[in-house]
């Protein structure tokens, strides 16, 4: 089966199916402390998933586990029967402060599709057409890191959609973007959504997590405490922590948490 | 007082004539300390950058060491050189002693730790931030290793000319392996040690006043590099 996305100039060789995600038994411990405690799921095509909660729920570190950044304490992750290491290839992932190498925005692209092998040739017409797609084409001879944040995140998008990802992890991408480019930059991931890549993004903005969500997974202290549609997340939580985050009382919930 | 008055006004004079002997000198120096300095960089880049991406065994060892070798004294690198290649020696059929050759492999063993232990730092300052970026995109580590070289391309360039400030200020391993042959392996330092043992002051201070000038060209380039890089690259 041949990807949805794209000019599919990347897929020379056919990307598998990498989706359910299956999680089992998931751990991560560092010292004594189970940041991730026991967490299992399983992640369906198609729908844009967000996994939701508090800082230091863990939200990150399962990004990673599941794209093979960390190695698990215990646990088991497949991604459409395959290990992670073996699907790594064909996602990409985008980080709460874009890192972007010391070069112009296009080159920036340039470098990732020539460490996916696309031969010198064929780079300067998916490179233009990245940036074409983020509305970054007149920018494309800037040094990269003078570019706004939100032109930053945008670049580090266009980045990850010409690898032609069948799954796209986002960490928080917006944490530290102003409202329009947390608009634009949300409207993009609609777009790569829409030509059929998996959205699988953390947030702790519950506005957020409304506008883009069609499933929630609820994390808190490294458990998972839900796992919903989003509409019946947000209008009947069934956990006690969930409907507290949802009407913004957690932070008293987690202080109390800590005077104990 | 007076004397020194003389000597500095005819050390502008030889300055502003280019006197023949001087800029002979001049260039020897520079000669050197540019091919020393070059192959230091040559092998310290990339063995730097290896340090820094790489785990081995005994590798902090390797970093201490790196280290303490960046205050290496000049005339112990010198007498080291000067075992090796001096009849004798295991490098003696060569034929190296007292020949620019050996003041270039004098200053590159010098210059070595300096841009080995610095780009060690640079890099590994800079792979803490495009680790999980680079392992994202599935960058091989020889691939980061290069990727990463070339990001630092700035500050390493930095590096490599403090490297060249040092060997180009030395005179102990040069007058050493050299042997500060008149025409031959004359160098600044050399001679300024020279002249002002036997008292001729004016070309002394003449050499004294380049070699004052080269250095703070060098680090006019190096700031001008670093304050450029920051505003272009971030």
Known sequence: MRPLTGTGALSQELAPQLLPLEVEDLEYRVGGNSLIDRVGFRIRAGQRTVILGPNGAGKSL?????????????????????????????????????????????????????????????????????????????????????????EQQR?????????????LLLDEPAAHLDPAATYDLERLIDAMHAVGTKIIMTTHDLGQARRVADEILFFSRGRLLEHAPAAEFFARPRSEEAAAFIEGRLFRGAESAISR | MIEIGAAFSTAIELMLHLDHDLGEIVLLSLTISLVGTAAAALCGLPLGAAAALYRFPGRGAVLVMLNAMMGLPPVVVGLVIYLLVSRAGPLGSFGLLFTPTAMVVAQAVLVLPIVTALTQQIVADLAEEYDLQLRSLGTSRHRAMLTLLWDGRYQLFTVVLAGFGRAAAEVGAVIIVGGNINHYTRVMTTTIALETSKGDIPLALALSMILITL????????????????????
């Open chain 2, 215 to 234: 250095s703070l060209g060098v680090n006019v380039v190096a700031l001008g590099v670093r304050g450029a890089a920051r505003r272009y690259y971030g």
């Open chain 1, 155 to 167: 670049l580090a998008l266009a980045r990850a959609w010409v690898l032609e990802p069948r799954v």
């Open chain 1, 62 to 150: 399962l990004l990673q586990l599941c794209h093979g950044l960390l190695q698990p304490t215990a646990g088991r992750i497949l991604w459409g029967g395959m290990a992670v290491a073996a699907a790594q290839r064909w996602q990409a992932m985008m980080f709460q402060r874009p890192v972007l190498l010391r070069r112009s925005a296009a080159a920036n692209i340039a470098y990732a599709l020539s460490v996916r092998g696309i031969r010198r040739a064929a780079r300067p017409a998916l490179v233009a057409a990245g940036l074409e797609r983020v509305g970054l084409a007149h920018l494309a001879a800037r040094p990269a890191r003078t570019l706004s944040g939100g």
